[in-house]
């Protein structure tokens, strides 16, 4: 009997190559796996069905995983307003740890001898994918055909086409990768250190010019509600956003950050719903949270956002911090209000019953209700006390 090798499958240029290499050349009976993370509609997953079944696989899956997604790892993700490097909602980062779980999940199932994937060597999903597989699956063998015979685009498409499989080279010079959270584009422009993306390049065209106006309503710091209509799970809400806002261009840029093995990387993004909703939450966040609670937010955001990126989303200290985040979202509740115009979006403002901006305790830089002046005279005092101390003691003191 043929060995089994569990493939994670997109379709695209690199898995249909690995799709023939582990059929023909290392004589394994392929079952492929695709992990919905919100990129693909019913009918694109029967057209990716199709195309494995025609490239020999013996078996293919469709694992639904966007609730389970949302719920194990994006909802942190907002209540952290997590943007890598100020910039980037970790749109891929995250969905591959989604990925490869399931992924090795499904090897358990069907009792594979091997796991494989299309990463090339010179990314960060190689070892995302590799280190899951061996914290989940450490006795199946892991098989990386991309990696191992560093194949360029020109060389897959070349191999593909000797063994009759058709590709659209043309799109091939695009790596695109869609999912709930955002879609990635790579591309010539993007393996350098300067160059835009071409407009057609980008997956979703500007259409709308107009500006509009939009309500989103979260209640303990989730997305439940766009433009008064409330939906089941976030999910929803979130896809409902992301066609309101895609075609204003919003959400769209290059993300210059360190890979996991030490090299610069360049990637073009398309976000825009995630961009629209970390902003609009941490706008209801700056209202509804203390000083001190948005400070340490900051800090373990900041750390649970790179550690996700590196692929450690099963390290236990990733469920700690979860913990506080979710502790933190309490009183994140309310409306925010967003207008929306070609290229970029504006944070109106907040409705919220947790609003600490209360006109019930004064107005800054107007009035207070709940101290005197002569309150802040002697608070002021002993708060810089012990710094009129040091300077007092250290008066002859200058700097060489």
């Not at 194990?72 to 990925?99: D, I, M």
């Not at 800054?364 to 708060?383: A, H, L, P, R």
Request: net charge negative.
């Amino acid at each position: 009997m043929k060995k089994k090798v569990v493939l994670a499958f997109s379709g695209g240029l690199d898995t249909s190559f690995c799709c023939i290499y582990l059929t023909k050349d290392l004589d394994l009976e392929v079952h492929s796996v695709i992990v919905n993370t919100g990129g693909f509609s019913e009918e694109e997953l029967k057209q990716i069905e199709e195309r494995a079944y025609s490239l020999g696989v013996a078996s293919h899956h469709a694992v639904d995983a966007v609730k389970g997604y949302y719920d194990s790892c994006l909802k942190y993700l907002v209540f952290g307003n997590v943007l890598k490097n100020n910039t980037y909602p970790l749109s891929v980062s995250a969905e591959r740890v989604t990925q490869a779980t399931a992924i090795a999940n499904y090897a358990k199932e069907i009792n594979a001898d091997f796991v494989a994937h299309g990463s090339t060597g010179a990314g960060n999903d190689q070892v995302r994918f590799d280190m899951i597989f061996n914290i989940l699956v450490p006795k199946v063998g892991i098989i990386t055909p991309i990696r191992d015979l560093k194949l360029s685009r020109e060389a897959e498409i070349e191999y593909l086409h000797k063994h009759g499989v058709e590709i659209n080279a043309e799109k091939a010079k695009y790596s695109i990768n869609k999912g709930i959270w955002g879609t990635s584009v790579g591309g010539k422009e993007t393996l350098t250190s300067n160059g835009m993306l071409p407009e057609e390049a980008w997956p979703t065209q500007v259409t709308k010019t107009e500006a509009e106006n939009v309500e989103l309503e979260f209640v303990k710091g989730q997305l439940v509600a766009v433009n008064g209509k409330k939906y089941n799970h976030p999910t929803e809400a979130v896809q409902v956003l992301q066609q309101i806002a895609a075609p204003f261009g919003v959400g769209r840029d290059i993300h210059v950050g360190d890979t996991i093995i030490g090299i610069k990387g360049r990637v073009g993004f398309e976000a825009a719903a995630p961009m629209v909703i970390i902003k609009a939450h941490h706008a209801l966040e700056k209202h509804t949270l203390t000083k001190w609670q948005l400070s340490w937010k900051d800090q373990l955001a900041m750390f649970y956002g790179n550690w996700m990126h590196e692929g450690q989303f099963h390290d236990p200290v990733m469920r700690d911090i979860e913990a506080f985040l979710e502790n933190t979202q309490k009183t994140v509740n309310g409306k925010v209000f967003v207008q929306l115009l070609p290229y970029r979006f504006l944070i109106i403002g907040i409705e919220s019953e947790n609003d600490l901006m209360s006109s019930k305790f004064g107005s800054y830089g107007e009035m207070n209700e709940g101290y005197t002046g002569d309150d802040v005279k002697g608070f002021s005092k002993i708060f810089g006390n012990q710094v009129s101390i040091w300077h007092k003691v250290n008066e002859g003191i200058k700097d060489e």
